[in-house]
């Protein structure tokens, strides 16, 4: 077992995505009170929180705004805290999708083509179906599908509650996949079948809407090929220590890159710990490599050993 640490769990935020982010990090600091670690879960409420007198670490369970896009990462690192998983410029590349899609198409990465839309578009820019998003939402909070050009208005709507201006996509058909990233390395494929629409809000946290595969059954090469997109995607937005890379996989078996969670649900049922228990990696066991990679890029020698 490893040395223990006194670890500080932030969760809740003022995003979005707060429920889940509390889910995120309860299941965390459970995890890690198992591997025999001394945990604070702080609830965080606004941009002023405290942490406790004594911490060698947080982890960060924050999803969304002022979670992944570099805010709360900046003021860890003006506090001279340690912290896990992205820095403050990958976080907020990954955040922002329009940045993320440029960071593709400069590195080569593939991903559907698409567009930036404002509240005086008034119609789209593509042949529909085409997928209306926020740029910087995650959880497909605010995402609409638009498959008749009368629905374009209603969806840039619900876009635009959210952020402005708002990223539209050509969509594609195909299979629905994500691939964690865990160092250096791409875990095994997961594939995600919901059993009614697409992987909305709702299919993603209701119990028994959507099932999951792991690893993928995919067709010879396609594995690869899909792993090697997520990791170029990964390294792409200088994104370090952990993430999971939604993919879509076309009817030709080319991977479209849609885009990258820095911080993505880290329950015992989520996907990246599936997929790190597909390599027989455990949840406290992942929590754990998650701390201890990070503490290898940020935390110096005396923090390395101590997981």
């Not at 635009?160 to 594609?172: G, H, N, W």
Request: with cysteine; proline share 6%.
């Amino acid at each position: 077992m490893s040395e223990p640490m006194r670890i500080t769990v932030l969760e809740g935020g003022i995003s979005a995505e707060r429920e889940v982010s509390l889910r995120t990090g309860s299941a965390v600091a459970a995890a890690l009170r198992g591997q025999g670690h001394e945990v604070t879960e702080v609830v965080v409420e606004s941009e002023d929180f405290r942490l406790p007198a004594r911490c060698d670490v947080v982890f960060n369970a924050l999803h969304g705004t002022f979670g992944e896009d570099g805010e709360v990462q900046r003021i860890l690192e003006g506090r001279g805290v340690p912290y896990t998983g992205c820095g403050i410029d990958s976080s907020a590349r990954a955040f922002d999708k329009l940045a993320s899609k440029r960071a593709f198409v400069a590195a080569g990465v593939p991903t559907p083509e698409f567009a930036v839309c404002g509240p005086q578009t008034d119609r789209p820019p593509f042949d529909v179906p085409l997928v209306v998003k926020p740029p910087r939402q995650g959880s497909s909070v605010g995402v609409t599908r638009v498959t008749e050009a009368a629905q374009w208005g209603a969806a840039l709507r619900e876009a635009l509650r959210f952020d402005d201006p708002v990223l539209v996509e050509k969509m594609i058909f195909g299979r629905e996949l994500t691939v964690g990233i865990l160092g250096e390395d791409a875990l095994p494929v997961i594939e995600i079948v919901p059993r009614e629409g697409f992987y909305d809000y709702a299919n993603k946290y209701t119990a028994g809407r959507t099932e999951y595969l792991c690893p993928a059954s995919l067709p010879e090469g396609a594995t690869e090929r899909v792993q090697r997109a997520a990791l170029a995607a990964h390294r792409a937005l200088g994104c370090e220590v952990y993430s999971r890379v939604d993919v879509l996989l076309d009817r030709d078996g080319s991977p479209s890159v849609l885009e990258v969670n820095t911080i993505p649900g880290m329950t015992a049922t989520s996907l990246l710990p599936k997929a790190a228990a597909a390599v027989g990696i455990s949840f406290g066991a992942l929590c754990e490599r998650i701390i201890a990679i990070s503490l290898a890029l940020r935390g110096g020698a005396d923090s390395r050993r101590k997981l």
